[in-house]
């Protein structure tokens, strides 16, 4: 049994029990959940949640894959309307000792992005000190723009 309680699930509890916040609730399917990734820097980074604990992407099912490469391109479509981003980033390592959950980071890419936060060097976005990170009204404006956008993306099928 894995000693410390693993973060992303208790984030999906709260989502489930409709305690969170709307930029960490933005869309919510039978598998997936996405959220605004809460301690970063560039706005618009989402997290794309699996929303049962698995701990690689071996482990998916053939219906949640499907629907994460759906979530994946309708993100990414909706970033780029919202953000302007020339493209997004897509990773996934679950090596946090506090979320070894599935989780992918859809992040947009600027046309101006600095060369030390291109590629892998996108992570020195991610800040340990609240004053760096994005505000919640910030995210939430970010979330109102987003969402209504992949309910029209992923509707059209």
């Known amino acids: 049994m894995n000693p410390t309680p693993c973060q992303t699930c208790e984030l999906v509890k ?22 605004h990734a809460f301690n970063v ?6 997290v794309l949640i699996i929303r049962r604990h698995i701990a690689a ?5 053939a219906h949640e894959a499907v629907e994460l490469g759906n979530l994946i391109r ?6 780029k309307q919202v953000t302007g981003c020339e493209k997004t980033y897509v990773m996934q390592f679950a090596e ?5 959950h599935v989780h992918f980071h ?14 892998p060097k996108i992570f020195g976005y991610i800040v340990s000190d609240e004053e760096s990170r994005i505000s919640e009204e910030a995210m939430n404006t970010l979330a109102s723009a987003i969402k209504p956008l992949l309910i029209s993306i992923l509707s059209e099928g």
């Open 14 to 35: 709260r989502r489930d029990t409709g305690e969170a916040s709307l930029w960490d609730s933005i869309y919510r399917t039978e598998y997936w959940d996405i959220a």
């Open 41 to 46: 820097s560039l706005p618009g980074w989402l």
């Open 57 to 61: 992407v071996d482990e998916l099912t």
């Open 74 to 79: 309708a993100a990414s479509i909706a970033l």
């Open 96 to 100: 946090s000792a506090d979320h070894p």
């Open 106 to 119: 859809i992040v947009p890419r600027m046309k101006d992005q600095p060369e030390d936060k291109k590629g």
